[in-house]
């Protein structure tokens, strides 16, 4: 099989790439050579598809996949596309849940409407982004795309730093505000279980590719964190109720974690009946928080993202996470 990646160096990207090889497959990558390196054997062309003429080193080549995580403007995916229209059998975008328009439903299936976004856009917004380039892709190669509508993505490589934060968090031991309950469910998709299905999957439009609610627990994830670092770590389990009222964000301040009935549980929470029908499967989780903490070992540091401005940090705040734990822990009158 000949693969085309467009980027190939980035967290999704990379796995990607990887994957192709280990199945020994012919892997091209195109980007602008600015950011990453490629494992060996990897054929790279260089180019920026934002650029007049930047699709040029393209041409003359023919794949029978390509994958896409493009997230800028959707005109530049729409571009991509009609450039590969007649050189690549089948095209495979990286698309995200974010692009569907609030507000959603928990459970909802990929029929739910999504954000108003154009084909031809400028850059917007992320989920703005990724709606309109799902409609540039899908104008162009009509029944050979796939529109993998990614969930929370996790593994090795990750470059937003969720799973890192909370794995050097509990690192560093002690007592940890843990957001409870420890059974509450979510759903992930490790990177590398992302591109194998991209690779695989014979699937076409929307789908949304996470794995089945209940696959993991915040119990379960914590629980393998304080395992895989050897960390004398004390999970103080805290109601949501206690953790919203002092003002912490699901998402951000404390990464991964979404209670049940807030506005955005859906991110966690969607249904994956057509993945599963495609071929998707996915690791357990503790596999995927091992993998993690060794690559972070190894790398020492969360790596920028490719292409793209960095965003804010994830996580709480040290001095925030011990007040609210001496908040817990206060006796009562």
């Excluded at 950011?35 to 054997?41: F, S, V």
């Excluded at 934002?50 to 996949?65: F, I, V």
């Excluded at 957001?179 to 949304?208: E, Y």
């Amino acid at each position: 099989m000949r693969l085309l990646v467009l980027g190939g160096t980035g967290f999704v990207g990379g796995a990607t790439v990887a994957e192709g090889l280990r199945r020994g497959w012919s892997v091209t990558v195109f980007n602008r050579g600015l950011h990453g390196t490629t494992p060996p054997g990897v054929h790279r062309l260089r180019g920026d598809r934002t650029a007049p003429d930047g699709l040029a080193a393209l041409a003359g080549g023919e794949w029978d996949l390509v994958v896409d995580t493009w997230d800028g403007a959707p005109r530049v995916a729409g571009a991509a596309a009609a450039a590969l229209v007649d050189r690549v059998a089948r095209y495979a975008y990286v698309s995200s849940g974010s692009v569907y328009a609030e507000p959603v439903r928990p459970g909802s299936d990929e029929d739910a409407p999504t954000v108003a976004a154009a084909p031809d856009a400028e850059e917007a917004d992320y989920a703005r982004n990724k709606a309109g380039a799902e409609r540039a892709v899908r104008a162009v190669f009509g029944d050979r795309s796939l529109l993998a509508r990614a969930g929370l993505i996790l593994g090795p490589g990750e470059d937003i730093g969720r799973l890192p934060w909370w794995l050097t968090r509990i690192a560093r031991g002690g007592d940890v505000l843990a957001p409870g309950p420890a059974d509450l469910p979510f759903q992930l998709v490790d990177a590398r279980d992302l591109a194998g299905f991209l690779l695989d999957s014979t699937a076409t439009g929307p789908v949304n590719v996470v794995s089945r609610s209940g696959h993991a627990t915040m119990g379960e994830l914590l629980d393998a964190c304080v395992a895989v670092t050897g960390s004398d770590a004390r999970l103080r389990w805290t109601d949501p109720q206690e953790i919203l009222a002092a003002g912490v964000e699901p998402w951000n301040d404390l990464p991964i974690w979404i209670p049940l009935g807030h506005e955005y549980r859906w991110l966690l929470e969607r249904d994956v009946t057509r993945a599963y029908a495609a071929g998707l499967t996915c690791r357990p989780v503790a596999e995927t928080v091992a993998d993690t903490w060794a690559w972070l070992r190894a790398v020492g540091t969360v790596p920028p993202r490719a292409g793209r401005p960095q965003r804010a940090p994830v996580g709480l705040d040290p001095a925030r996470e011990a007040a609210l734990l001496a908040a817990r822990n206060a006796p009562t009158a």
